[in-house]
């Protein structure tokens, strides 16, 4: 069995690991320094604080990703593994309840790979996900197709009108060339839930009415200085700075991660259909309207 090249290769990788029922949470941003990497740092702390097993599948290039953001030092990756390079122990970055993947060649290079290759994946996501609570996917910009049944997505944004009107325009595309009914939002970089609840209603009215699609408020992350010093510290702001501002609202988003509903149309896959679920599509029609969103 062979990846169609025109595959969305990264949705690829996130169906495998659905394979063992683990939830999957693909972290998204609709425009670049929106916070999307600094989340699911924080987010994947938040949930190993609360017992829970988290996995970062890292689809970014260095600089700033998660890996870089932990100050992760990383000899393989998934892509190594794959082609044998390495034991999936060795590729492996961080501590106990929070291990770091990186996968962003893995996920370029999956059109290429042999049959060899391909079971290999299959087998390496398949022993990653055992023991796993949660898998958070720093998902790379360039986001071409809905995520898996049964995946739920975040959508970083944050208060300023680019960010809005791109954030929206990215569940727009989502939504009629995809089918994607359901986001859940977080609302970064404000100052206080007030703010956040008025760009969420906003934008989650507009979806209401013109995609038929469901908004649901996943809370907001306040402006905090001591995030930016975490980063250069190389550790969460949990970690470093327990009382910041921003500690508490990570824990709550933890929260309302492990309580999400599946929206999966009672969809069940396991390893074989979500290989053949990664078989290439048609391309989807592209609508070219775009509407535009204001945050005031």
Known sequence: ????????????????????????????????????TSVTVNLAAALARSGKDVLVLDENDVPNNVADNLRLRARYDLLDVVQGRCTLREARLGRRGL??????????????????????????????????????????????????EGAALLLVIDATTSGVTESYALIKRLAIQYGRLHFEVLVNKVDDQRAAQKVFGNMAALARRDLSTRLEYAGYIPRDDKLHAAVRLGKPVLDAF????????????????????????????????ALHAMLGKGSPTRHSTEAALVVN
């Open 99 to 148: 291990v770091v993947l990186p996968a962003a060649r893995a996920r370029d290079a999956l059109s290429g790979l042999g049959e060899i290759e391909q079971r290999r994946l299959a087998n390496v996501l398949d022993e990653l996900s055992q023991g796993v609570d949660v898998v958070l996917v720093d998902a790379s910009s360039a986001v071409r197709a809905a995520l898996p």
């Open 1 to 36: 069995m062979r990846f169609d090249g025109g595959s969305d290769q990264a949705e690829g990788l996130r169906r495998l690991l659905l394979q063992n029922r683990t939830r999957l949470v693909s972290v998204l941003g609709g425009k670049q320094r929106v916070g999307k």
């Open 242 to 273: 327990p009382n910041a501002v921003s500690s508490p609202a990570f824990l709550r988003l933890a929260q309302t991660v492990i309580g999400l509903p599946v929206h999966s149309d009672g969809l069940e896959m396991d390893g074989l259909a």
